[in-house]
T-cell receptor
Framework: DAKTTQPPSMDCAEGRAANLPCNHSTISGNEYVYWYRQIHSQGPQYIIHGLKNNETNEMASLIITEDRKSSTLILPHATLRDTAVYYCIVSPESYSGNTPLVFGKGTRLSVIA | DVKVTQSSRYLVKRTGEKVFLECVQDMDHENMFWYRQDPGLGLRLIYFSYDVKMKEKGDIPEGYSVSREKKERFSLILESASTNQTSMYLC????????????FGSGTRLTVV
């Protein structure tokens, strides 16, 4: 079972910031928060991940609360091409073993012109 | 561009046929994965492999088998296709232990009639 809870759908106006929430209240100390997205008819694409600190890359920012029980993915200036299903996943990043990612149902983000 | 290539985009097979879905990656990744995706159920892990000739069952392995004879190729086999195996099949690969770096193929939409 997925260890995260996400809203099933959200809308965002083009050019505005899209803030996608994720609850992971049972996250363990060694588990990272990962975000992927899946644009229609394509395979999922990695966006960003983090452990405790906030992270930013060219695609998005990840804000993790201090207690690590929730996080928010921020797309600073959403475009129509950001319309996709966004998956929040928690999983250990293990270099000695392999723990496959478990995808939940995600949030369907619709960016509206 | 690094790639995960799935041999067919669309496939139609008859009930009872043996079906092979092929996946090839050119990134020298150790890990390879097969997921299936169905409406309302998200992505579910069928099998994964972290080395040549190694395989591990995922959450829904029943009715499937896999083969990994070479590092770059991971095959999913439906021994006797059934209509409930009609689905989108997604292959992914990653470096050993690096769960953030999954690269997915574009998927094979299999219809069993």
């Amino acid at each position: 079972d997925a260890k995260t809870t996400q809203p099933p759908s959200m809308d965002c106006a083009e050019g505005r910031a899209a803030n996608l929430p994720c609850n992971h209240s049972t996250i363990s100390g060694n588990e990272y928060v990962y975000w992927y997205r899946q644009i229609h008819s394509q395979g999922p694409q990695y966006i960003i991940h983090g452990l405790k600190n906030n992270e930013t890359n060219e695609m998005a920012s990840l804000i993790i609360t201090e207690d690590r029980k929730s996080s928010t993915l921020i797309l600073p200036h959403a475009t129509l091409r950001d319309t996709a299903v966004y998956y929040c996943i928690v999983s250990p990043e293990s270099y000695s073993g392999n723990t496959p990612l478990v995808f939940g149902k995600g949030t369907r983000l619709s960016v509206i012109a | 561009d690094v790639k995960v290539t799935q041999s067919s985009r669309y496939l139609v097979k008859r009930t009872g046929e043996k079906v092979f879905l092929e996946c090839v990656q050119d990134m020298d990744h150790e890990n390879m994965f097969w997921y299936r995706q169905d409406p309302g159920l998200g992505l579910r892990l069928i099998y994964f492999s972290y080395d040549v000739k190694m395989k591990e069952k995922g959450d829904i392995p029943e009715g499937y088998s896999v083969s990994r004879e070479k590092k770059e190729r991971f095959s999913l086999i439906l021994e006797s296709a059934s209509t409930n195996q009609t689905s989108m099949y997604l292959c992914a690969s990653s470096l050993l232990g690096r769960t953030y770096g999954y690269t997915f193929g574009s998927g094979t939409r299999l219809t069993v009639v």
